[in-house]
């Protein structure tokens, strides 16, 4: 089966460019607005927070309560889904994630007190995490191979951009109303706007094909590739995914039982443990916490979060580079790159906080520009990456339930790293906290030499038979 499966990617007509091209573009437009949502409600909280405290009366506790439960929220909605978008498709779930997004953020908006205010995050939560888990795989399975890793990288781009214009919109609030209690409402408000989009983008948008034809509905998934194909490829492409569909549906239901598959089982711990890695590089406690850490550095408060503003140009800057290179460079070789550039960027961090004295005025700068160099390395590589890996490496009747788990994981060791990160800066300080993160770097390495498997090149149906031939 396996031999039959590769034969049939390699002999796929190119993928030539046309009107089909044109609305391969569309599509991936439309959808990456999940990410763009996923990037501005998870970055708003960075300047968002102070006047939110002041607002309503928040303590420490509570405050980290509020921050942290949109992170839950998300671990559970990458698993919920993940099984939704089997059962109903993924653009259906995109639609719904869409009304859940702008239901959390008006909520939020208008929370007249910490309690609601918390509820709405959690309920926000569940849609970040959702469309986290969700977007990548609907854009790898309409997008043709050659061109799979930029279109899903370009959900990871829309997240920073989200990212970024939170930091700018919050700097821009900032700079204008100052110390006005209620400004974080209209910080939050911003992102309804993107949300209304989504949601009457997805409805003109088709579903999967490959979810398509998982449902025996064939002559629609046909359809579907006409729209974003040549008709030769399409055709071709559709005798592809029929081989493999047919196989799928003849197993039985995804679920945790799959775990006893041995190749099936390798490749759910090798998507559990990038998410792991990717979220242990501490690049949440930037975005969440990035003005804290460069007040401690010893910038001033007007300074710092002016100077955040630097790390979301960075990882927009990194984004973009990534995307140039991810179809030029293998997957794996690009991993390893990034995770040692980026403990390469902790270690320098670690060392100008230790050697350089405090009273140094060239220490807290040192400091924002190896910050700075880690966001631009990170986003560049591992951000984009772990995932497109994610989006590619499981098999299709599985590929929802795995992908759900792996972000759950994912979601779970940011939120640990989210509660970790303030009291572990306060306890060790800054050189500790990045000599730790650069250790957690040389795992990653080791883990990834050991067990990450190189998708590049390959349609989905082709790297799955290869890697179930290889480990079953």
């Given at each position: ?327 030029r460079i293998d997957r794996r070789t690009m991993l390893l790159g ?135």
């Amino acid at each position: 089966m396996s031999t039959d499966h590769a034969r049939i990617a390699r002999r796929l007509p190119p993928d030539e460019p046309g009107d089909h091209s044109r609305r391969l573009t569309l599509i991936t437009v439309v959808a990456c607005l999940g990410g763009l949502l996923f990037g501005y409600d998870t970055g708003v909280i960075n300047g968002a927070l102070e006047p939110m405290k002041r607002d309503l009366g928040m303590t420490p506790t509570i405050e980290g309560f509020v921050v942290s439960i949109l992170i839950f929220g998300a671990a559970v909605g990458a698993v919920i889904g993940g099984k939704l978008a089997d059962a109903y498709g993924r653009r259906h779930n995109i639609i719904l994630l869409a009304l859940v997004f702008v239901v959390g953020t008006l909520g939020c908006v208008f929370a007249p007190n910490w309690q609601v205010l918390a509820l709405f995050r959690a309920i926000l939560g569940l849609a970040v995490g959702g469309a986290s888990a969700i977007v990548p795989i609907y854009l790898a399975e309409v997008a043709p191979f050659e061109r799979r890793g930029s279109l899903v990288t370009r959900n990871e781009y829309m997240i920073i951009v989200g990212q970024f214009s939170a930091f700018v919109i919050n700097a821009a609030i900032f700079y204008i109303w100052g110390e006005n209690d209620v400004i974080w409402r209209w910080m939050l408000a911003i992102a309804v706007l993107p949300a209304i989009g989504l949601f009457f983008g997805m409805l003109r948008m088709p579903e999967s094909p490959r979810w398509l034809s998982m449902q025996s509905r064939d002559g629609e998934a046909l359809q579907v590739l006409q729209q974003v194909r040549s008709d030769a490829r399409a055709r071709a492409e559709m005798e592809e995914v029929q081989t493999l569909a047919e196989r799928d549906k003849s197993a039985h239901k995804a679920g945790f039982g799959d775990l006893a598959v041995p190749w099936i089982r390798r490749l759910i711990i090798i998507g559990i443990g990038m998410g792991i890695f990717q979220q242990l590089t501490g690049i949440n406690s930037i975005m969440y916490y990035g003005t804290q850490l460069l007040q401690d550095s010893g910038f001033s408060a007007r300074g710092a979060i002016i100077a955040n503003t630097l790390n979301g140009l960075a990882s927009l800057a990194g984004i973009t580079a990534g995307i140039m290179l991810i179809n030029r460079i293998d997957r794996r070789t690009m991993l390893l790159g990034g995770f040692a550039l980026t403990t390469l960027f902790h270690l320098l961090v670690g060392l100008s906080a230790y050697l350089v004295p405090e009273t140094a005025a060239i220490k807290p700068w040192l400091i924002l520009i190896f910050v700075v160099l880690f966001v631009f390395s990170m986003q560049g590589t591992i951000g984009p990456l772990v995932w497109l890996l994610l989006s590619e490496m499981f098999p299709l009747r599985i590929r929802s339930f795995a992908m759900g788990i792996s972000v759950f994981m994912l979601w779970t060791a940011n939120a640990c790293v989210a509660f970790a990160f303030p009291p572990i800066v306060a306890a060790l300080g800054i050189a500790a906290t990045f000599f730790l993160f650069a250790g957690l770097g040389v795992l990653a390495l080791a883990f990834i030499a050991a067990f990450v498997p190189e998708t590049r090149g390959k349609s989905l149906e082709e790297f799955e038979a290869d890697f179930q031939a290889d480990h079953a």
